[in-house]
């Protein structure tokens, strides 16, 4: 089967940003070797329609970042990370939003909860239904990778180009870092994706950070491939010999080849605003609903957002050097 050029440049966008945050393709390992292996899986959200892939239509990504260890399942698991992934095609942009993964939300099916139980009580569908639930957003692609994945992903292109935004010192992640640009190898980028314990506004402030992660892998890939075309070998060597996928080989060249439309410059990256707070004695983040509101409506019309509708940073204090 043919694949439209946009459809592909769409895909293998939602495929990097996955690689980086804590998301995933689907299977080109047997499956008896993937089963031991930390899994990274890129499906359809819903099996009863095809999503529109030919440039006309946003694309929508939902990308979930496991908290399973290397010998855990990453699908029965918490969520340890969210973000909404939407991909404008036709205007070469897209947009990350993060869910803090302590959102009080009602799971279909199974009451009230911190949104990341959704993945540990029905997988990755279920986490599908209750973003959708939320927002209002019909998702094309549900994304997942856990921690061990994540890594082995970045030290198989030789590291990820980061510009830390600001020092980080938190024993707990063991996030140490000066700010200014380099190169983080697999387990300094999770420890930089990881970290919240310093950070003013804590899991908003991380989820922000995640989303940074995922950006700079859309614009590090771009930037190397410009550069020195081999470098695709590069990536795609490392996604293949990390991920489980149903994709052959030949089309997932194919999605590489034509994945370098996403401009890094022109990616929006912003986190649902909301405030913490006790439920029954649980620690829990409350999502600002007038917010929550504007922008599920705002990215439902093209996947974007517009600028009166982007939410403050939450780790403005640090980056403005308040």
């Not at 890129?42 to 329609?49: D, L, S, T, V």
């Not at 918490?78 to 947009?95: E, F, G, V, Y």
């Not at 009580?121 to 998702?139: R, S, W, Y």
């Not at 994706?193 to 614009?219: C, I, K, T, W, Y």
């Amino acid at each position: 089967m043919t694949i439209a050029p946009r459809r592909r440049a769409c895909v293998l966008a939602a495929l990097l940003v996955a690689w980086v945050a804590g998301s995933v393709l689907g299977a080109t390992r047997p499956a008896e070797r993937a089963a031991a292996a930390p899994l990274f899986q890129i499906e359809p959200a819903h099996a009863e329609f095809a999503p529109v892939l030919d440039g006309s239509q946003p694309i929508f990504v939902l990308v979930i970042g496991s908290d399973a260890r290397p010998d855990q399942p990453v699908e029965s698991q918490r969520a340890d990370s969210l973000h909404i992934l939407t991909i404008n095609p036709a205007r070469h942009k897209a947009t990350i939003v993060g869910i803090p993964r302590d959102a009080y939300v009602e799971l279909p099916g199974s009451g009230q909860n911190k949104i990341n139980t959704a993945l540990f009580f029905g997988g990755p569908d279920l986490v599908v239904a209750t973003v959708e639930q939320l927002t209002g957003l019909t998702f094309d692609y549900w994304a997942m990778t856990g921690f061990a994945g994540f890594e082995a992903m970045i030290d198989g292109v030789e590291g990820l180009v980061v510009d830390v935004p600001f020092a980080m010192d938190d024993q707990a992640s063991r996030a140490f870092f000066e700010p200014g640009v380099q190169r983080l190898a697999g387990n300094d980028a999770l420890a930089f994706g990881r970290n919240r314990h310093d950070l003013p506004a804590g899991d908003f402030g991380r989820s922000e950070n995640q989303g940074l992660l995922m950006v700079s892998a859309l614009g590090q890939f771009k930037k190397e491939y410009t550069k020195d075309p081999s470098r695709m070998l590069i990536w795609v060597g490392s996604f293949l010999s990390n991920v489980q996928t149903s994709l052959p080989l030949d089309e997932l060249m194919t999605l590489a080849f034509t994945g370098t439309a996403i401009n890094q410059n022109a990616v929006t990256n912003v986190v649902f605003p909301g405030g913490t707070g006790m439920v029954g004695g649980l620690s829990v983040v409350q999502l600002d609903q007038t917010a929550l509101a504007t922008i599920s409506s705002d990215l439902a019309d093209d996947g974007l957002l517009k600028k009166k509708n982007i939410p403050p940073s939450p780790n403005a204090s640090l980056t403005s050097g308040e």
